[in-house]
């Protein structure tokens, strides 16, 4: 079956990049996502990327994609510690119904 | 705009009682509704989803069921909850045909 997997812990210095990366298994993955989660809170998708595409950027954030190896990654610019929370990585496959599988999520530590 | 609500917020019940959580949807129609549960430590798991009212599809066998009695309104219920019942469960939707999932605040479950 599909599989996700990232790393569980990074932490960072406030003013930093961050980089979180992420694998997954399914060869037809359609769109790629990033959520992050707040402590106590739900998911809030922050941005996600078509599988025909290997980059898109919104302001801080910026989504490489290589569909060769499978690898997703997720890059915020200029960390700060309201960054802080846990960052999933999903996918979909194609078929219509569009129910995602999630990564476990990489807790992010800014510290200043 | 489409908000989703979820509660209660925090539930704190005793092995053998019942459960009822509540989501619903507003703005939107006919959306695709899901119910997650996230344990300590561990990704996302999909429970429970619906293309519609009274049409529920189970992911995981358990000692839970779902029901949509409304459009936008999806109910997670248990008649005797166990220990391993604990965890943080989200409440998610869709539009039809739409990739993209919104999740609610989440409703976190202690049973002792």
């Known amino acids: 079956g599909e599989d996700v997997e990232q790393s569980l812990f990074l932490s960072v210095r406030e003013g930093d990049s961050s980089v979180i990366n992420c694998t997954y298994t399914?060869?037809?993955?359609?769109?790629l996502y990033w959520y992050k989660q707040e402590p106590g809170a739900g998911l809030q998708l922050l941005t996600y990327?078509?599988?025909?595409?290997d980059m898109k950027q919104d302001q801080r954030l910026t989504v490489l994609l290589n569909k060769k190896d499978k690898h997703l990654s997720l890059r915020i610019a200029d960390t700060q510690t309201g960054d802080s929370a846990i960052y999933f990585c999903?996918?979909?496959?194609?078929?219509?119904?569009?129910?995602?599988?999630f990564g476990r999520g990489t807790s992010l530590i800014v510290h200043p | 705009s489409q908000t989703i609500h979820q509660w209660p917020a925090t539930l704190v019940q005793p092995v053998g009682s019942p459960l009822s959580l509540e989501c619903t949807v507003e703005?939107?129609?006919?959306?695709?509704l899901y119910w997650y549960r996230q344990a300590a430590g561990r990704g996302l798991q999909l429970l429970f989803y619906s293309v519609g009212i009274g049409q529920i599809s189970s992911e995981v066998p358990q000692n839970l069921s779902a029901s949509r009695p409304q459009d936008r309104q999806f109910i997670l219920s248990s008649k005797k909850l166990l220990l391993s019942d604990s965890g943080f469960y989200l409440c998610a939707w869709s539009g039809q045909g739409v990739h993209e999932q919104f999740f609610g605040p989440g409703t976190r479950l202690t049973v002792l």
């Open positions: 399914d060869s037809s993955s359609t769109y």
């Open positions: 703005g939107t129609s006919n959306p695709n």
């Open positions: 999903a996918e979909t496959a194609s078929g219509g119904s569009y129910i995602p599988t």
């Open positions: 990327i078509f599988s025909n595409m």
